[in-house]
Each structure stands twice: as structure tokens, then as C-alpha cells.
Nanobody, 121 residues
Framework: QVQLVESGGDLAQPGGSLRLSCAASGNIFEIARMAWYRQAPGKQRELVATIASSHNTNYADSVKGRFTISRDNAKNSVYLQMSSLKPEDTAVYYC???????????????WGQGTQVTVSA
């Protein structure tokens, strides 16, 4: 059994910063791709950023230059540093990861429960 637990969501002012964390626990052999998604009220869930096990990263155009994704493989964790926050960044942010539980096993995709980020004056 694998769990992803996010933390760090909060209320922030426009222009402010927040750092989200996500820790994976359970029967983990290897974590490949890790990512952050978000879902605003009335909208579809969208990809925010991804990071490979090699630490190669990709970002949605809407967050490039403002958000930074990183990971600590020793801690099975992924982070999202968010700066220059805008009201349109308000959403529930979800951690996502492809995790295998043994050598040569097919990775399974896991989701966290989400953490609320609200950007408002």
C-alpha cells in the first residue's frame, strides 16, 4: 500500500509565496515521474509541473518562471515552490507519482488527497 500526503496549502496574498510538500510512504521500490496538478472550482484538473527521477522538469506555461518543482529521492518527496502568486493560482493542488513496488514491476499511478491553496487579498 502506498500513500501520498501533501502539506503546505494555505491562504496567501497576491505576490506572495508558498511551498507545497508531498511525501510518499509504504511499499516503495522506485519512484519514477512525480508531478503536481491543480483543480480550481468549476474547472478540470490541470498539470502544473513534472519532474523525472533524473530531475528533468517541465512546467505549464501559466506557472513558468514562478513555480519550481524539486524532489528528494532519499525522502521519497516532491516539492512545489510557488512565488509571485496570483488569484488564478487558487485551486486544490494534488501530488501525483508513478511508483513501483519491486524490481521489474510496472509502476502504478498514485494520487494524494490534495491541499488547498487560496490566493486572495
Amino acid at each position: 500500500q502506498v500513500q501520498l500526503v501533501e502539506s503546505g496549502g494555505d491562504l496567501a496574498q497576491p505576490g506572495g509565496s508558498l511551498r507545497l510538500s508531498c511525501a510518499a510512504s509504504g511499499n516503495i521500490f522506485e519512484i519514477a515521474r512525480m508531478a503536481w496538478y491543480r483543480q480550481a472550482p468549476g474547472k478540470q484538473r490541470e498539470l502544473v509541473a513534472t519532474i523525472a527521477s533524473s530531475h528533468n522538469t517541465n512546467y505549464a506555461d501559466s506557472v513558468k518562471g514562478r513555480f519550481t518543482i524539486s524532489r528528494d529521492n532519499a525522502k521519497n518527496s516532491v516539492y512545489l515552490q510557488m512565488s509571485s502568486l496570483k488569484p488564478e493560482d487558487t485551486a486544490v493542488y494534488y501530488c501525483n507519482a508513478d511508483i513501483s513496488d519491486s524490481l521489474n514491476s510496472t509502476p502504478y499511478n498514485y494520487w494524494g488527497q490534495g491541499t488547498q491553496v487560496t490566493v486572495s487579498a
